[in-house]
C-alpha cells in the first residue's frame, strides 16, 4: 500500500482479514510498546471510535490522537448522546429518550408523534438497525425485527422511536476542541447524497444555509461537543427538513472521510490541528476569527457498480491516472497495477474539487472526473458526472432520497450512448480511416462507464 512505502518503519500486524490485523489491540499495542511508538492516529475506520481501544492505548503511556475514551462512550450510543445535550439548546427529533421497554406505552408516543415513525438501534452505525413504521398495524412486527438486527448486529438490543422526516438533507459541522476546554466548529457540509444510508458525495459549505441558520447550528454543535468535553477533530450530524428545521442526529468522535472539503474552505489542515490537541497545545483561535472562502466538492471513487444496486467491484486497476490542475486534490491509496482487495471498504480515491463559487467548483469536478482515467474496475465516478449534471443537484435542491428519486442505471447506458454519438461525430469528420476498428474498440471502453477513448482516439490518429 502507498501509505506502508512512504513510512519510514512499518510492522505487519497480521493478515488481511481486519479481526485478525486492523482490530486487534493487542498486537497492536505490543508493536507500538517495542517500538517505543509515542502516539497513535486511528485514522477513520476500525478501531477509530472504539472507546475500548482509546482507554488502552492511554492507559499503556501512549498518545491517543482523538478524543477521551468516555466521549467515545457517550456518543456511541445514541440514546446516552440525546441524554447527555439535553442541558443545552439541541433541537432533537421528536420521539421515545428512552429505550421502548413498553410497547403499549411506545405505541401512545409514536401515535402522538404521527406515523410514519422510525425505529432506531441505539448502538447503531452505518446506516444498519434503522426499520420505519408507515402506521400503527406493523408496530409490533417492526419493532421485533428491529430488537433482533440491533442484537445480532451490535449486540445491544435498545431501540427508540424518532419522528420520520420524509425529505431530509443531512449537514453536519466539523468540531475542534483542545483540551483547556475551547471548542470550535469550521462551519458545515452537507452530504444528502447518499446510497444505503451511506455518503457518497459531500460539499462545503451546503448550497441552502442561510447565514442566521449556520450560526444557530454552530451554537448547538458545539453545545453537543460541551456536552462531552469534547476534545479533537469530531462531527455532529443534523438532519434537515424543508423548513430548514435542524434536529441533532449524532457525533461522529473521529475525523470524517470528507474532511478535505472543510480544509479546501477554511484552509485549516485538520489532521494536523488532531496531532496539535494530543499534544496538549492549545487551539489558538476563537470562533470569531475562523471564516471559510469558495467551495468545496468530494466526490468518493468507490470499486463499486452503480448499474448494479452500487454493489462492490474487485480487481486490478489496469490503467490509472489521476486527474490535475488548479482546485483539484485527489487523497488515494492506489496505483496502477494494484488490486483493490475484497477485505475492505472499496474506496479508491476522495476526489475533491474547489474554486470560489459552488457553480465552478461543480463545472472542475465534471472536468476532473473527465480527465481521471481509470479502468479494469466499475467505480462511482459515471455515477458522480449524473448527479453533478442533473438539475436537482445544481439548483441545491435535493435531499437524501436523491438516488431513489432521480437514479436509475439506464441513465448511465444513456450517457454512453451520448458519448459514442459525440465520438462517433468526431471520428467521421476527421476523416479516420479504420473508424470501424475504432469504434469497435471504444465501445468496449465506453461500457466501463467513464470513457477514455475519445483521448485516445484522437492520440491515434
Ligand atoms: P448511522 O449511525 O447508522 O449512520 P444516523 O442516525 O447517522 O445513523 O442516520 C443515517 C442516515 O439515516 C441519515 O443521514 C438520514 O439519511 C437517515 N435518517 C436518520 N434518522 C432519520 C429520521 N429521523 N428521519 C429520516 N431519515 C433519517
Known amino acids: 500500500a502507498l501509505h506502508v512505502r512512504y513510512a519510514d518503519e512499518a510492522v505487519c500486524i497480521g ?24 502516539a497513535i492516529h486511528p485514522g477513520y475506520g476500525f478501531l477509530s471510535e472504539n472507546s475500548e481501544f482509546a482507554k488502552t492505548v492511554t492507559e499503556n503511556g501512549i498518545i491517543f490522537i482523538g478524543p477521551s475514551p468516555e466521549a467515545i462512550s457517550v456518543m456511541g450510543s445514541k440514546l446516552a448522546a440525546k441524554a447527555a445535550v439535553g442541558k443545552y439548546d439541541v433541537p432533537l427529533v421528536p420521539g421515545t429518550e428512552e429505550a421502548i421497554t413498553d410497547i403499549p406505552a411506545a405505541k401512545k408516543i409514536a401515535k402522538e408523534i404521527g406515523y410514519p415513525i422510525l425505529i432506531k ?17 406493523d408496530f409490533e412486527e417492526q419493532m421485533d425485527r428491529a430488537v433482533s ?11 427508540f422511536i424518532e419522528k420520520f422526516i420524509g425529505s431530509p438533507k443531512h449537514i453536519e459541522f466539523q468540531i475542534l476542541g483542545d483540551q483547556h476546554g475551547n471548542i470550535v466548529h469550521l462551519f458545515d457540509r452537507e452530504c444528502s447524497v447518499q446510497r444505503r444510508h451511506q455518503k457518497v458525495i459531500e460539499e462545503a459549505p451546503s448550497a441552502v444555509l442561510t447565514e442566521e441558520k449556520r450560526k444557530a447550528m454552530g451554537e448547538a454543535a458545539i453545545g453537543v461537543a460541551k456536552a462531552c468535553n469534547y476534545y479533537g477533530a469530531g462531527t455532529v450530524e443534523f438532519i434537515v ?39 496538549g497545545e492549545a ?17 468518493r471513487v468507490y470499486a463499486e457498480d452503480p448499474a448494479n ?39 479508491i480515491a476522495k476526489l475533491v474539487t474547489f474554486a470560489d463559487t459552488r457553480e465552478l467548483a461543480i463545472k472542475r469536478m465534471l472536468r476532473a472526473i473527465e480527465e481521471y482515467d481509470i479502468s479494469g474496475i466499475e467505480t462511482t465516478m459515471g455515477f458522480g458526472k449524473f448527479v453533478f449534471n442533473h438539475e436537482a443537484f445544481i439548483s441545491g435542491k435535493f435531499d437524501t432520497k436523491f438516488v431513489d428519486k432521480y437514479f436509475e442505471p439506464s441513465v448511465l447506458e444513456g450517457e454512453n450512448k451520448k458519448e459514442e454519438l459525440e465520438i462517433a461525430g468526431v471520428l467521421s469528420a476527421m476523416m479516420v480511416k479504420e473508424s470501424k476498428k475504432a469504434n469497435e474498440q471504444g465501445a468496449q471502453q465506453v461500457k466501463s462507464g467513464t470513457s477514455n477513448w475519445r483521448k485516445r482516439a484522437w492520440r491515434n490518429s
Open 15 to 38: 493478515p488481511p482479514a481486519s479481526t485478525e490485523s486492523y482490530l486487534r489491540i493487542d498486537k497492536i499495542i505490543d508493536v507500538c510498546k517495542k517500538l517505543d511508538v509515542d
Open 121 to 137: 438501534a441505539s448502538a447503531g452505525g452505518g446506516g444498519k438497525g434503522m426499520r420505519i413504521v408507515e402506521q400503527e398495524a
Open 149 to 159: 438486527e440491533a442484537k445480532s448486529a451490535f449486540g445491544d438490543g435498545a431501540v
Open 241 to 279: 427538513d424543508e423548513k430548514l428545521n435542524f434536529y441533532f442526529l449524532e457525533m461522529n468522535t473521529r475525523l470524517q472521510v470528507e474532511h478535505p472539503v472543510t480544509e479546501e474552505i477554511t484552509g485549516v489542515d485538520l489532521v494536523k490541528e488532531q496531532i496539535r490537541i494530543a499534544e
Open 283 to 299: 487551539l489558538g483561535y476563537t470562533q470569531e476569527e475562523l471564516s471559510f472562502t469558495g467551495h468545496a466538492i468530494e466526490l
Open 309 to 347: 444496486n452500487f454493489l462492490p467491484d474487485i480487481g486490478t486497476l489496469k490503467t490509472y491516472n489521476r486527474p490535475q490542475g488548479p482546485g483539484v486534490r485527489v487523497d488515494d491509496g492506489f496505483e496502477q497495477g494494484m488490486d483493490i482487495p475484497i477485505h475492505y471498504d472499496p474506496m
